[in-house]
């Protein structure tokens, strides 16, 4: 069974930095890609990041980010660890949301969701 546990979200002042986790179990990152969303109070559920390690993949390790958070965030996967990481940089309150890792067969793909974590950016 695919689980994703993501953790490190929390309210943070703007231009600070955070750093959320999303542990994943039942698989493994050769099998699926991975990706992080967000969805903040009144708007849509948003892709601000996504990773290609899974199977098929074009060219593995290509990125992509939301115009949003590009220059700010860095997605990143620890194999060993199994572990995928958002490093959000210089937060601005726009970027409160709650936010959401998933794995897919395709690139920036959602087939298996986490939780989420809220995080809160202060002005």
Same mark, same amino acid.
């Given at each position: 069974?695919?689980?994703?546990?993501?953790?490190?979200?929390?309210?943070?002042?703007?231009?600070?930095?955070?750093?959320?986790?999303?542990?994943?179990?039942?698989?493994?990152?050769?099998?699926?890609?991975?990706?992080?969303?967000? @969805?903040?109070?009144?708007?849509?559920? &948003?892709?601000? #990041?996504?990773?290609?390690?899974?199977? %098929?993949? =074009?060219?593995? /390790?290509?990125?992509?980010?939301?115009?949003?958070?590009?220059?700010?965030?860095?997605?990143?996967?620890?194999?060993?660890?199994?572990?995928?990481?958002? @490093?959000?940089?210089?937060?601005?309150? &726009?970027?409160? #949301?709650?936010?959401?890792?998933?794995? %897919?067969? =395709?690139?920036? /793909?959602?087939?298996?969701?986490?939780?989420?974590?809220?995080?809160?950016?202060?002005?």
């Amino acid at each position: 069974e695919v689980q994703l546990v993501e953790s490190g979200g929390g309210l943070v002042q703007a231009g600070g930095s955070l750093r959320l986790s999303c542990a994943a179990s039942g698989f493994t990152f050769d099998k699926y890609n991975v990706a992080w969303f967000r @969805q903040g109070p009144g708007k849509e559920r &948003e892709t601000i #990041a996504c990773i290609s390690t899974g199977d %098929g993949a =074009a060219h593995y /390790g290509t990125t992509y980010y939301a115009d949003s958070v590009k220059g700010r965030f860095t997605i990143s996967v620890d194999s060993a660890k199994n572990t995928l990481y958002l @490093q959000m940089n210089n937060l601005k309150p &726009e970027d409160t #949301a709650v936010y959401y890792c998933a794995a %897919g067969w =395709a690139f920036c /793909g959602s087939d298996w969701w986490g939780q989420g974590t809220q995080v809160t950016v202060s002005s």
